[in-house]
């Protein structure tokens, strides 16, 4: 048994993931997108799809706060995963959904992204206040 079948079978108890127990669901959608990658990358790419399809039931009922974490990391692993076996437009599908999603930047870092081109949603970071043309950010004020 793999250490991501483990995981599964640790974080699928009602009292951890459940209808009516958000409580790790989390933890057990990112075990199933663990699953699903390890059985693509194996040749089993029935048994990764389903392990997929359990993830996404599981990020359903994840708590808000961790969702696109856990959407960016399960929809990456499987995406690449897709991507290693050359099923490529299939792991540029799988990041698009991941994206509608709501995949947070993890999801960015799939060979995938490069090959949807998606479009920037972030911001540019910040890089301080504004400074007029050749004056010195430093230079104290007289």
């Known amino acids: 048994m793999t250490l991501a079948q483990k995981e599964v079978a640790?974080?699928?108890?009602?009292?951890?993931?459940?209808?009516?127990?958000n409580y790790n669901c989390g933890t057990l959608a990112l075990a199933y997108g663990s699953l699903a990658e390890y059985?693509?990358?194996?040749g089993d790419r029935a048994a990764g799809e389903i392990?997929?399809?359990?993830?996404?039931?599981?990020?359903?009922?994840?708590?808000?706060?961790?969702?696109?974490?856990?959407?960016?990391?399960?929809y990456r692993?499987?995406?690449?995963?897709?991507?290693?076996v050359g099923d490529k437009t299939r792991a540029v599908a799988v990041f698009k959904e991941g994206?509608?999603?709501?995949?947070?930047s993890y999801l960015f870092m799939s060979s995938a992204a490069a090959a949807a081109d998606p479009v920037p949603t972030?911001?540019?970071?910040?890089?301080g206040p504004a400074v007029a043309p050749g004056r010195d950010r430093t230079a104290s004020k007289s």
């Open 77 to 84: 692993d499987v995406s690449e995963a897709l991507w290693k």
């Open 39 to 42: 059985q693509i990358l194996k």
């Open 10 to 21: 640790r974080f699928s108890t009602p009292e951890q993931c459940s209808p009516k127990n």
């Open 122 to 127: 972030a911001p540019p970071p910040e890089s």
């Open 51 to 74: 392990s997929f399809i359990r993830a996404k039931e599981a990020l359903g009922r994840t708590a808000p706060v961790n969702k696109a974490s856990a959407v960016g990391i399960v």
């Open 99 to 104: 994206r509608a999603a709501g995949g947070d």
